[in-house]
């Protein structure tokens, strides 16, 4: 199968990646199922032409009708949903995800899966700050990041066929990792920011503190803004490897402290002209 | 005086801030000098009408002709004129500043300055990543905090009359701090966040990254692009604050770590939870 085939996708997890995913795809003119656990999601999907059907039972006409399922769900709920309901999956249909850890899930995942069903891993770097179905967004791809992260087990076509996915979605750069590499970046890209947005904003506590902001600090902390219970299940899910990321970057920060302390100047003036030649490299092209 | 008697502003260092305050200061009817280093800073800015006149030579006419005189200088260059010029003033005059630290530099200030001349300290939460008059933009004080920094020595009226200012130049806000906890505030809020924000860059040099990353990166990395002169220059003039600063933060780096470490998704979520309580008091006004 080739992206060109795929006429029919189902999503299941319909909050805002799922509904960005639908958004996207509909305007492609592909059919977009999706099967979530809120009927109020239905209902907001349908009313805004969201979705074409969509439903809150898992059942095997729904699933057994898509060319490509997305699964935009929490890790461990994936999983369970493949180990509970996997057996709806007909040999030919792909299968990908949003999920933003990888090494943890996609060995289990692909073990799980009937004879003769791909599941390419993939991961959006994309997302707002808020959630759900009603806050979905397509143009949050624009300008933005799709990394597929296939297996050994993976054949080129499904590894194609999910690279021209992320484009079709509208992201403008799509990368290929393997799951331990690409949960090494993330760790250092994306969880470990979170980690530092969220331990500055714990850092002080005066109330008063936003009227002396300037926008480094809000930019920084945007982020701090968390959903703790889906970025504490991320952050277990790729414990070790983020635990290195916090590790390296603190040897970084206590390097530059020792610079102040010291008054070494030329010790901080390194590190500023090494940051910012690597930041320059970093402007997102839109 | 009070601001409506302003007729007259001499702007002594014509950069990103100095040019922005000029754009300002000209939109309100009010006559803008320059003096500065460079003479195609003063050539562009009166190609562009940013300026009446200007001069790279410092000379009592000019200087005795303000009404008020903001100095957005280095810290240590702004010093140092005042030691070697400050003569040049005369009473009645009003000064002040944009420098990003006060403590070590509004004392000495005060100390040097002629009788009848008075120093009002100030500082402006707004800049951008590239210097210089052309790219001089007074729309980064819209939505932004300034900060308005006396003294017990300081008047009513200046301390008034640099609110007012902070007002006329565009800012959301105009608050006002002593300066050593003007000092604490801005070494938590902008000077850490920009060791953060260097010490991250320097921590991995994967040249793909910027294919992997998302936005969160992006703008809590956006400041890593840093004026290495100015910044390691205020990073020491503020030396022990910002080192309590970075050691509390440190602090909760360190208790997030530990949480990850030990599986403690409860603790996490706790320090998740208030660093999103803290974050959504801090959207910008605009």
């Known amino acids: 199968m080739i992206f060109n085939d795929v006429k029919h996708v189902l999503i299941v997890g319909l909050g805002l990646l799922g509904g960005s995913y639908a958004k ?15 009927q109020s999601s239905i209902d907001y999907a349908l009313a805004h032409g969201i979705i074409d059907t969509g439903t809150t039972q898992i059942n095997a006409e729904i699933v057994s009708r898509a060319d490509l399922v997305v699964f935009a769900l929490y890790p461990h709920i994936f999983v369970e949903w493949i180990r509970n309901h996997g057996h709806l999956l007909r040999p030919g249909q792909v299968v990908t995800d949003v999920t933003g850890v990888k090494e943890s899930i996609v060995y289990e995942v692909q073990a799980l899966l009937p004879e003769g069903v791909e599941y390419i891993a993939a991961h959006p770097m994309a997302g707002r700050e808020v959630g759900g179905v009603e806050n979905s967004d397509d143009s949050i791809f624009h300008g933005a990041n799709y990394i597929v992260v296939p297996t050994e087990k993976n054949t080129t076509n499904a590894i194609w066929l999910c690279t021209e996915l992320g484009y079709a979605l509208g992201f403008a750069d799509v990368s ?6 690409h949960d090494e970046m993330i760790g250092f890209l994306s969880q470990l920011t979170h980690c530092i947005a969220v331990s500055l904003m714990c850092t002080c506590d005066d109330p008063n503190m936003k009227r002396y902001t300037g926008d480094s600090f809000r930019d920084l902390t945007r982020i701090a803004n968390i959903n703790d219970e889906m970025w504490s299940e991320l952050f277990l899910a790729n414990q070790q490897t983020l635990l290195e990321q916090m590790e390296a970057y603190r040897c970084r920060f206590d390097r530059l402290y020792e610079c102040i302390k010291e008054g070494d100047r030329e010790g901080m003036r390194e590190m500023m002209r090494l940051s910012t030649a690597r930041r320059q490299l970093f402007d997102k092209k839109v």
């Open 176 to 181: 290929c990792l393997d799951p331990k590499k």
């Open 24 to 38: 996207a795809l509909k305007k492609k003119g592909i059919a977009v199922d999706a099967i979530t656990l809120e």
